[in-house]
């Protein structure tokens, strides 16, 4: 059984940075596609953002309301996904959780990530 741990979130003003990390307890180097999702309160968990490594090169995607302020990256060597959030806005809270994309994997906790003045 993978276990993902996320960490990295906690209470930022609007406009603030946050930088998300996620350690897989196995590797993910065979996973082309790792992504970063979140759940907001009453809606549904929505995909952020997901990145494909296919031979040496990595190919990131995004959703459009993070387009411009959120960078994904991934480090096999470490078993780790990053999500780099820059200006937050008050609809980037949520919580966060990473996994394959598609979603192959059990979820974790997600870590809280929190838009506010």
């Not at 059984?1 to 603030?16: D, F, I």
């Not at 780790?80 to 959780?97: C, F, G, I, R, W």
Request: aromatic content about 10%; overall charge positive; charged content about 15%.
């Amino acid at each position: 059984q993978v276990q993902l741990v996320e960490s990295g979130g906690g209470l930022v003003q609007p406009g603030g940075s946050l930088r998300l990390s996620c350690a897989a307890s196995r590797s993910i180097s065979s996973f082309n596609a790792m992504g970063w999702y979140r759940r907001a309160p009453g809606k549904q968990r929505e995909l952020v953002a997901h990145i494909a490594s296919i031979t040496s090169s990595d190919f990131t995607n995004y959703a459009d309301s993070v387009k411009g302020r959120f960078t994904i990256s991934r480090d096999n060597a470490k078993n780790t996904v990053y999500l780099q959030m820059n200006s937050l806005k008050p609809e980037d809270a949520a919580v966060y959780y990473c996994n394959t994309y598609p979603a192959h994997w059990a979820w974790g906790q997600g870590t809280q990530v929190t838009v506010s003045s």
